[in-house]
């Protein structure tokens, strides 16, 4: 009785092993060590304490439907970031676990129908092979391509070596004819720059002038509150001197208003 006891305790124990090592980024170490630790309790119960204690197996059954539980949950997420061979391992572990769950419920006789975890087991195994045969197919030809990739890189590095010890040669002398050429053209920039900061001086002191020339003949605020007591004056020129200005004041007891373009 042991003996058949022994396998549903230690299924928690060896499944989550297994699948750890297959979706380590997907399987977390927490459920892995409680996992474990369940199993090997269990494992502890069947072998070390009396008939009347270990013989009630519907604890052992409910730990093995949680920890199953657990790896389809962990299963599914390796499935959604589609890791190799997961969907096949997943179907597979379904399988097995409705199995399972079969017989634990018609052996509790919650339902009536017979025995399939064996066969569940049988197509565990079925999948476990054809997805370790693939594994190995892919790993075989990716062999085949790296030797010809291997083959065909040894035959053109010497020709490539050649080539690009030419090639920087080559690079060095129109390096050396580049150089040349910039420490020219940084000569004839610094002597441009020169110019062209004094050119800019000469223009931003003429503009400076004309815009005191066109502040003198704006209208003075006093006239607008004399006049016009009730109105402001919104003048934002684009530039520092504008294009537009306003015109402001009295001739013959009139009052003349402008805006000029």
Not at 8 to 13: Q, T, V
Not at 85 to 96: D, E, H, Q, S, T
Not at 214 to 229: G, S, Y
Request: with cysteine.
């Amino acid at each position: 009785v042991r003996l058949e006891l022994l396998p549903i305790c230690l299924a928690p124990l060896v499944f989550p092993w297994f699948l750890y090592s297959l979706f380590p980024k997907d399987y977390p170490k927490l459920f892995l060590k409680i996992s474990t630790c369940l199993s090997l309790l269990g494992c502890g119960v069947i072998i070390f304490s009396p008939y009347h204690i270990f013989s009630n197996v519907i604890g052992y059954q409910i730990l093995l439907i949680t920890v199953s539980c657990g790896i389809l949950i962990f299963l599914g997420k390796a499935i959604y970031h589609r890791r190799k061979n997961a969907l096949i391992i997943g179907f597979a572990f379904l399988i097995l676990f409705l199995t399972a769950t079969n017989d634990i419920l018609h052996s509790n006789e919650v339902i009536h129908t017979t025995y399939l975890s064996e066969y569940g087991i049988i197509a565990f195994i079925i999948f476990q092979m054809f997805a370790i045969s693939s594994k190995f197919a892919r790993a075989f030809q990716r062999s085949q391509e790296l030797g010809l990739e291997l083959r065909e890189l040894v035959e053109t590095l010497e020709h490539k070596v050649q080539k690009r010890t030419q090639e920087l040669e080559n690079s060095n002398q129109k390096l050396l004819d580049y150089n040349k050429n910039i420490n020219n053209m940084n000569t004839n920039l610094k002597t441009t720059l020169k110019l062209v900061a004094y050119q800019r001086n000469q223009i931003l002191s003429s503009i400076r002038y004309a815009q005191r020339i066109q502040d003198a003949i704006l209208p003075i605020n006093d006239k607008f509150e004399k006049w016009l007591p009730e109105s402001f004056v919104l003048f934002k020129p684009k530039d520092v001197v504008s294009g537009d200005f306003y015109f402001l004041e009295e001739v013959n007891g009139k009052i003349i208003l402008a805006a000029i373009d």
